[in-house]
């Protein structure tokens, strides 16, 4: 069946809901219909230079919530991305065939630059996106699941793609397609519903870590910043902190945002976000339990994870070689 690849950074203790609705809950989805791989990628992390003892903690607290989450390691292959040196290999072919314009037009480059400023920004952070692309392509992917954020980056893989096929001749690369679920593709920080909610937000308070305490859940649910009006609507455009409610309230309960707004005729946003805070602490406690499982037993967890690397690498061998071979690199033996 055809192949899916996505991953995510363990740039911080716990996921957020945004990462959970717009990648996650994909991921776990897909993974019957497809030939699935689901990777930690912490070499994408180091491009903004983690403490090391950090970095080790977050990929192995990364895996288990896709675990968690309900990633099957018996029918999807998990896996960290280090322990497979094809992606920094294939990343490499593909950096000399991208151009430095073009990598400098990505915009969460620009974004992330501008944040970390001209010391902190490092080459690796201009990179990132080819490496992407190289883990992409490294498994002759044909569908991405990812958030909104992510499309530019999955068009440069696209365009990377087409220009092996071209320059190399057809099949050097398999040209993939983002899968970006529109209802839940970019859910928004809650106290700025026009931004994303993102790891790096200026504030804590806009985001919901699965692994955040419930009751710090709760309380940032119902300080949610909401809009003048009083009727819940679904109105992205005038309402956005409310859609953004209804629409996590509605992703967690797999309700219709028209049965929810039917059920809260003639009641204030109070009740929505009560009633929210009780729907996602729910999902929470038992999320919790099950990643507190996995990290009580690091060694089943690292050989999870090192049955995915062995599996990965043989796909990713392959590939490499097809792609070296057509670069008119010599065989290696
Ligand atoms: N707010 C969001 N809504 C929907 N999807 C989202 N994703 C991230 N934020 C949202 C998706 O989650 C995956 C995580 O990818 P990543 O680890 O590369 O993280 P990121 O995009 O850098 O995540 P953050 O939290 O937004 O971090 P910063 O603050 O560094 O930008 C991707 O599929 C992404 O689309």
């Known amino acids: ?108 480059f620009k974004d992330k630059s501008a944040k970390h400023g001209a010391e902190g920004t490092t080459v690796g952070l201009f990179t990132y996106p080819i490496l992407m692309a190289a883990d992409i392509l490294l498994y002759d992917t044909a569908l991405v699941p990812v958030g909104e954020d992510q499309r530019q ?62 009751k710090t859940v709760a309380k940032r649910i119902r300080s949610a910043v909401t809009d003048t009006g009083s009727e819940i609507r679904f109105d992205r455009e005038n309402q956005p902190g409310i859609a953004n409610l209804l629409t996590i309230y509605s992703a967690l309960t797999g309700r219709e945002v028209d049965a929810i707004v039917a059920d809260y005729a003639g009641k204030g946003y109070g009740h929505l976000k009560v009633d929210l805070a009780d729907v996602v602490v729910e999902f929470l406690a038992p999320f919790q339990e099950r990643v507190d499982g996995y990290l009580s037993d690091p060694a089943s967890l690292d050989a999870v994870l090192e049955d995915g690397a062995e599996r990965a690498r043989a796909i990713a061998r392959a590939t490499l070689d097809r792609v070296a071979d057509r670069f008119g690199l010599l065989p290696r033996r």
């Open 153 to 214: 980056h999955l068009e440069l893989t696209r365009d990377l793609a087409e220009r092996l096929n071209k320059r190399f001749g057809d099949g050097t690369a398999v040209v993939p397609d983002a899968h970006i679920v529109k209802a839940t593709a970019k859910i928004y920080d809650l106290q700025d519903p026009t931004a994303k909610m993102s790891k790096s937000a200026a504030s804590p308070n806009g985001i919901i870590e699965l692994l955040d305490p419930p």
């Open 1 to 108: 069946s055809p192949r899916i690849f996505s991953g995510m950074q363990p740039t911080s203790d716990s996921l957020h809901l945004g990462n959970y609705l717009g990648a996650l809950t994909q991921w776990v989805a897909l993974q019957d219909a497809y030939d699935a791989l689901y990777c930690v990628v912490d070499l994408h992390a180091l491009t903004v230079s983690p403490d090391p003892v950090q970095l080790r903690e977050r990929t192995r607290r990364t895996a288990a919530q896709y675990l968690a989450a309900g990633v099957d390691p018996e029918r999807s292959i998990l896996f960290v991305q280090s322990h497979v040196a094809e992606h920094a290999e294939l990343s490499w072919l593909l950096s000399c065939q991208t151009g430095f314009g073009e990598a400098g037009r990505m915009t969460q």
